[in-house]
């Protein structure tokens, strides 16, 4: 979502290391609302068979008659497209800006740094990719071409996710990619809340803590329910 602080760099200008942090911020959060609403679909698999496919077939027919069938679906998806692209560019970008700062820069003794600040970066970078290649993995077996690795059918939604999540090795990468989405939302939230001035005092620090850290665990323990109920047999 953002990176830690880094020396402004043209300031006020688009391009500018402010601008970036600011673009990666906003795009973060519009990922959060996303997932939040994703983990809430996902856990109307608790609910059964028919109450999952309903969901699944009025996400693309939302809007209708007014917008054809997926309309609202498809402008949702050019939306996270957008994001996505403003997220990955932002953060290559600060990704470089920091590297030669580091480069220039006398060494700085850090000590005593330790809960969301002591994420480090390279976790944070590294964590991205992996969820960035997760999404695709997503996708592909969810989305389009939709894929149903038990071989059954693709065309049942509730049949298709079920059929996925009991086979361990779905299941655990879907338990790594939530683990490191969880790490990415904690520190990315915090570090959000940095860039858009909400940690100016003690308070606001320990409010911003508490919400990047509350909202990791929701979305962590929503996300892992119901492929670890389906592999286990609860559902």
Do not use: C
């Not at 006398?106 to 590294?126: D, F, H, L, N």
């Amino acid at each position: 979502m953002a990176t830690n602080t880094l020396p402004a760099k043209r300031t006020g200008k688009a391009g500018s290391t402010i601008f970036l942090k600011t673009l990666m911020a906003g795009s973060g959060i519009f990922f959060v609302l996303f997932v939040l609403g994703h983990m809430y679909g996902n856990l109307k698999l608790l609910a059964g068979e028919s109450a999952f496919n309903e969901y699944a077939h009025h996400l693309r027919t939302i809007g209708e008659p007014m917008l054809p069938h997926r309309g609202a679906l498809i402008l949702a998806e050019v939306l996270l497209v957008l994001a996505l692209v403003a997220h990955v560019y932002s953060a290559v970008k600060l990704w470089q800006r920091s590297g030669k700062a580091r480069s220039q820069r006398y060494a700085v003794k850090k000590s005593g740094v330790g809960g969301i600040e002591g994420i480090s970066a390279p976790t944070m970078r590294w964590g991205g990719l992996f969820l960035l290649l997760f999404v695709v993995f997503h996708l592909i077996q969810f989305t389009l071409p939709k894929v149903n690795f038990d071989g059954g059918t693709t065309e049942n939604p509730y049949r298709l996710v079920h059929d996925s999540f009991q086979l361990w090795w779905v299941a655990l990468i879907y338990v790594l990619a939530m683990v490191a989405l969880g790490m990415h939302v904690m520190h990315g939230f915090w570090s959000a809340s940095q860039t858009l001035g909400y940690t100016s005092t003690p308070s606001a620090r320990r409010n911003a803590k508490t919400i990047a850290i509350a909202l990791a665990v929701i979305l962590v323990v929503g996300f892992l329910i119901p492929p670890l109920a389906i592999l286990f047999g609860i559902i």
